[in-house]
């Protein structure tokens, strides 16, 4: 082993969402940690600006052929996205997947949307509710009081239902007063026994382990973060089987580099951390880190989503008629099936975010020229929206594996993804799209458009399972506190851990599991378990 | 091209958003309240440069000539001027797709150009209000998710709305939103981060 250049106690992959959680943890309470992440340290000052649309190369269409998997992607924010031919993967020439990457210091969260759920007794003990897949080895119960010291970490703000397929939070309480065609939705909505809430979200524009989690962990001096430093490897002692280090590589020239280790925290994201792990194979794990059980890659889930499920029109607010408090804002609407009653077609639920104030797509107006522009004038402003985010079952099938004809520019043996939708996914957007217009409908809104339509897996950007906890070795990668069955001082904190998911954004939960698993590795660490 | 309208002089600042008088101030309050070095200006300029298509015509490649003709047309009666407002061919978004079409997939060049040598050949320029409606009514059909699977539908409602966006991401039509922040098109660009 090479001689030990940085004193840390805990070595951490990724500054996401759980790798900044592990380190803002670990470092306060005065464990000396050093976090390698992939991608560079960006100075949001000097790497941002202001620019008209017009002035960019390609009139704010992106340049062709850029992202042929990250819808998301803008020409404004293009840069900030990984560049997908250096980063390459596979699927199946007919089931595409759409993994959707930052790589950069804050990862991921440098850029979502904030929206912040928990999950309920629902998903954590899904099994003993319809029988179908497996239960957590958790329960709401056991996460509850870590949830409740995030959600003022990251200011989320929201209403308290007591309903308990949406858990209470602790929030900031938002108290604002709907607009006159929320209210008009929501009464529609109750009248079909469809419980719906304000939009729980984290405030301030950003919200992220760079602005959160990063800058206390430092200020205790015990955290290093170096960035560039993409690891390719984590290497295992022969004779015990545990981790003892990590090779990796520098990013801009492709030097080699290791590091021992003591204890790991791996937050490399769903899907890399699984990669990293795949590529770890040594005598002692020939199928890869912590996958005697073989299920290392497998189960992988995200959730279906029906973008603009049903985009409707406020009769009152056409030609630009609304009146004052009429349209703006909207909401959520709490998963409603399968709780009680038994849906025929489709196991689980689904959930929706509605939105309302904007205007149509040029496309959804089937006119053109002076009678396109009538329309589009007409409804300009009075539209109300909804998108379908809906639960995917965890199937064995659906998984991961190392393909070993491809690798990234770094020379890093790549993924294949197979990952299916099936009926289940297919019938609850279907109820989802009838179920919308019904309530919109009920509402007094004239319809627009509305379809049914699942965006690729991947596209929701919530890929969680593929080394999931459970309390059997044989069927699970993780214990019930994010720690390899096989290699004890490893710990997989990222939303590869999941066993459900529900409908629910997934990073509050992220969050919360990491927060709970720090802890625990602490106390196992004064115990001298670790 | 008779009906662009009339240029302005485009102007942007190279290096900062903030207007050069407001820069130039702000760095006077810097250098009074704290002690020197000042920076020279000369070391800092803040060159006035001019946005490079409002002095050159774009050069086409990928239309052949009747193509683009046809394109011209059809951007006139998809997406007229109306009022101060500019249309379709106003802002040059024709011309825009000339460029962005060379640069994309195969398909997609493949059905553009036979959409309009389609629109071509049924002598498109020249036909009545009546005639070229027939030819447009793939537009009037109702929205579906999915693109039509007939390649002349698709082709008409990509072009529409290729139109559309290049229109309305346009200098000139961010000039008729009287500089609003939204309707200009304002937002945070992500410089090349290595
Ligand atoms: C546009 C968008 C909107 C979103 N909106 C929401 C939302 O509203 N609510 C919600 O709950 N979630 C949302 N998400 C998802 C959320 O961002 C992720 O769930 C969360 O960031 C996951 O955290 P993570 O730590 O697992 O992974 P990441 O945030 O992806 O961080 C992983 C880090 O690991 C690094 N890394 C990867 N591989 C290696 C390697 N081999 N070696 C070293 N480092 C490595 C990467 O550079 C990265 O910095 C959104 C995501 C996006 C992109």
New interface residues.
Partial sequence: MASMKSDHDVLIIGSGASGGMAAYMLAKAGVKVLMLDAG?S?DWD???????????P????N???RFPHVTQA?E?????WIEEEKHPYSHPDDDPYYWVRIR?IGGKMNRWGRASWRLSNYEFKAKDHDGFGDNWPISLEDIAPFYKRVEPLFRVSGRNEGIPQLPDGNLIMDESRDSLCVQRFIDSAKKLGVPTTKARRATGTLASSLNLLLPDALATGNLKIVPDAIVREITTDPNTGLANGVHFVDR?NRREYNIPAKIIVLGASTLESTRLLLNSKSPRHPNGLGNSSGVLGHYLFDQIYVKNTVTAVVPEAKAGKAPRGLMGGGGYIVRFRNLKEKQAKFLRGYTYDFYSGHGPQ?????????E??RQFRDINGACFGMTTMGEVLARKENHVRINPKLQDAWGIPALHIEHRYTDNEFNMAEDAMNMGMEMAKGAGFEIL?A?K?VVPPGESIHELGTCRMGENPKTSVLNKWNQAHDVKNLFVVDGSSFVTGGAQNPTLTILSLTMRASEYMMDQKKKGNL | MSERIPRRRWIKTVSTSIPVAAAAAAQQTVIQAQSPPPVPPAERPNLEVTVLDTVGDPILHFFSKDQFATLRRLADILLPADGAMPGAVATEAPEFLDFYLAQSAADRQTRYKAGLDRLSGAGFANLDAARSASLLSPLLTAWTYHPPTDEYARFLREVKEDLFRAMVNSRQFAETQGGRRGGAGMNTYWHVLD
């Fill in positions: 560079p960006v000097k790497k941002r600006s202001m620019k008209a649309v017009w002035d960019l390609y009139r704010g269409f340049q062709p052929g803008s404004f924010d293009a840069n900030m950069m801009r040029p496309g959804q107006i089937s006119a053109y020229g002076a396109f522009y458009t379809h339509e």
